[in-house]
């Protein structure tokens, strides 16, 4: 199963039965609607707080991958996700009003492909039947605690990003119809110094460049490979640094192959600056945009390589530069196989 | 010092950076500075109109017409913030409505209306000068530094 030294080949090819992808006002403009299952017309869900609001988009998203499938909520076996808010709460509340046993995770916004990966080596591992593997972000939850309140009048640079408002969700199954997952690479920790937090594609492009190098090299595939290799939320900058830095280290990644969430989600004209950020982005792009084109024959083999920022608001206010990761999963259509 | 620690970085990092920085989109400084001193000389002439006002129709005199100016100054950033405008302002005009009187109302009532989930106590009254803290603990700060040295000026030096 281990193939070199950071990768899993997943021979059992778990499938993900289902998804389950729901979104806020501002995705519903945006240049993707059809991704979502559910799009709400309110930042709050009727909730007292965003970050309760946070919670029932991940409870949603996750009812909504259980009713696609032909199984009950009690055959799953575990509930693996994460988000940005401290202590990763909003998850832990959705875990609990599920009543499933629950792996929390942290890894920022490359919690969603970090939660599929698990989930994907558990399954393959005989470890469940069943996983619900998810994550979540709300923008006015995470502005209010990794920025400034979402009134306040601060100019963001041109390099910064809009978070998702969002939860996504995939139905892992050892068995079954859907696209399944063949491999993922889990990242290292790369820290290249940079210290800017309005500026996290530009600091995370190192991380996806090192994950996509050694997920090429150690699985022993050409970039071509994939019809597309997709990036959770470099943005702008993050996606030219990434492509010009591989180009650089002789990957020969075609430029049209290389997609990014955080560029897809929301259309020319939306207020985002260098493009979308969060847990939920390369979530519910993922499992709402690109497993739909899959199943649709359009693409064959996709490399999701969710990007996230380790930071926090303390280290930055202790000048702390910010720690990247990326983690790489590879879902390949069913119908190829057969 | 950001020169010092950039040297004690291993020099892998230190490329990479030069290179993220060439492809970095940089902040249009001439263009910011444009649209920060016209929003930023708007929201003056409108303080002017508004001084104006009450000297003529009250009875203020230019001294006493500041206080009541910018009350209503932080009153109309209080609607303009609560309804979700100024944040868009801020982000076109900068230093332009920040700079002005409404940007430390706005920086006060944003942080107000965005820890009302947190109560009104430990919410509300704890973070509600989050962001206009430092503006005051600074202020102080400096008038009184500035007064130090006017007093021991005019002492001394019999200006």
């Avoid at chain 1, 009812?63 to 808010?85: M, P, T």
């Avoid at chain 2, 290179?19 to 002439?45: D, H, T």
Wanted: aromatic share 10%; net charge negative; glycine share 10%.
């Amino acid at each position: 199963m281990l193939a070199g030294h950071q990768t899993w080949i997943f021979n059992n090819s778990p499938v993900i039965l289902t998804t389950g992808t729901v979104g806020g006002p501002f995705e519903a403009k945006g240049n993707i609607p059809e991704a979502f299952d559910t799009l709400h017309d309110d930042m709050w869900l009727k909730q007292a707080s965003f970050e309760k609001a946070q919670q029932k988009m991940m409870e949603e998203a996750c009812q909504i991958a259980i009713k696609k499938s032909s199984i009950e909520i009690e055959q799953v076996q575990f509930f693996i996700s994460g988000d940005l808010i401290n202590q990763i709460t909003p998850t832990s509340f959705a875990a609990s009003t599920m009543g499933l046993p629950f792996f929390g995770l942290f890894s920022a916004c490359a919690t969603s492909m970090e939660s599929l990966a698990l989930s994907a080596a558990i399954i393959n591992g005989n470890g469940a039947n069943y996983i619900l593997s998810g994550s979540s972000s709300h923008n006015a939850a995470t502005e209010k605690q990794f920025r400034y309140p979402t009134e306040y009048g601060g100019q963001k640079p041109p390099t910064s990003q809009w978070t998702v408002t969002g939860a996504g969700c995939a139905l892992v199954a050892k068995e079954g119809n859907g696209p399944k997952i063949t491999s993922a690479t889990i990242g290292k920790v790369v820290d290249m110094g940079m210290t800017d937090p309005f500026n996290m594609g530009g600091a995370m492009a190192a991380a996806a460049a090192d994950t996509i190098e050694t997920h090429l090299k150690e699985r022993n595939v050409d970039p071509s490979y994939y019809d597309l290799i997709i990036t959770g939320d470099l943005g702008h900058v993050g996606r030219e640094v990434s492509l010009d830095y591989m180009h650089k280290r002789n990957i020969s990644l075609e430029e049209k192959n290389y997609v990014d969430c955080g560029l897809t989600i929301y259309r020319e004209g939306q207020p985002v600056l260098a493009g979308a950020s969060g847990s939920a982005c390369s979530a519910v792009v993922t499992y709402g945009h690109f497993l739909k084109q899959m199943a649709k024959g359009e693409l064959k083999r996709i490399l999701v390589v969710a990007t996230g920022s380790l930071h926090s608001t303390l280290s930055i206010q202790q000048s702390d530069p910010i720690p990247c990761i990326a983690h790489a999963v590879s879902i390949e259509s069913g119908s190829d196989n057969v | 010092m950001a020169d010092e620690k950039k040297k004690n970085l291993p020099p892998e990092a230190q490329e990479y950076q030069e290179f993220q920085s060439k492809r970095e989109v940089k902040r249009p400084l001439l263009k910011n500075c444009l649209k920060a001193f016209l929003v930023g000389g708007f929201i003056c002439f409108i303080g002017q109109i508004i001084t104006t006002f009450y000297i003529y129709n009250f009875n203020f005199t230019e001294q006493t017409a500041g206080n009541p100016t910018v009350a209503t100054l932080i009153f109309i950033t209080m609607l303009l913030t609560g309804f979700g405008f100024y944040d868009r302002i801020g982000q076109f005009a900068g230093a332009g409505s920040a700079v002005p009187v409404t940007g430390f109302g706005n920086a006060v009532i944003a942080s107000a209306i965005e820890y009302r989930t947190e109560g009104f106590i430990l919410g509300v009254g704890s973070n509600m000068l989050k962001l206009a803290g430092p503006v005051i603990v600074y202020g102080v700060f400096a008038a009184f530094v500035i007064a130090i040295i006017k007093t021991i000026l005019v002492q001394w030096g019999g200006f």
